[in-house]
Nanobody, 121 residues
């Protein structure tokens, strides 16, 4: 399974971006999918997850109300809509897929290459 993340870029504080993660080899309906992020010098942290069915989502506290994760099984794509972006959201964002609906990076088997999001103040 290969994951391809895209959609990152430079945005001003308060702005929005939508990240996409497309899978090949298997379909997103087979997996729970998530987004993690890693800022320079920091550990990779959980952002959001969606269950394999798409019926359940979970967010890190600092993203609740600002980020929305969704999946389009027909397009084999998972999205992360990010609104009200803050400079502290600056990081490389990674999508991940796995059999377990989890916030732990250790539970995910497949990872995309990451896409850089930079939020300017």
């Amino acid at each position: 399974v290969q994951l391809q993340a895209s959609g990152g870029g430079l945005v001003q504080a308060g702005g929005s971006l939508r990240l996409s993660c497309t899978t090949s080899g298997r379909t997103v309906s087979d997996y729970s999918m998530s987004w993690f992020r890693q800022a320079p010098g920091k550990e990779r942290e959980f952002v959001a997850a969606v269950s394999w069915s798409g019926g359940a989502t979970f967010y890190a506290d600092s993203m609740k109300g600002r980020f929305t994760i969704s999946k389009d099984n027909a397009k084999n794509t998972v999205y992360l809509q990010m609104n009200s972006l803050k400079p502290e959201d600056t990081a490389v964002y990674y999508c991940a897929g796995g059999r377990v609906y989890s916030i732990r990076k250790e539970d995910y088997d497949y990872w995309g290459q990451g896409t850089l999001v930079t939020v300017s103040s």
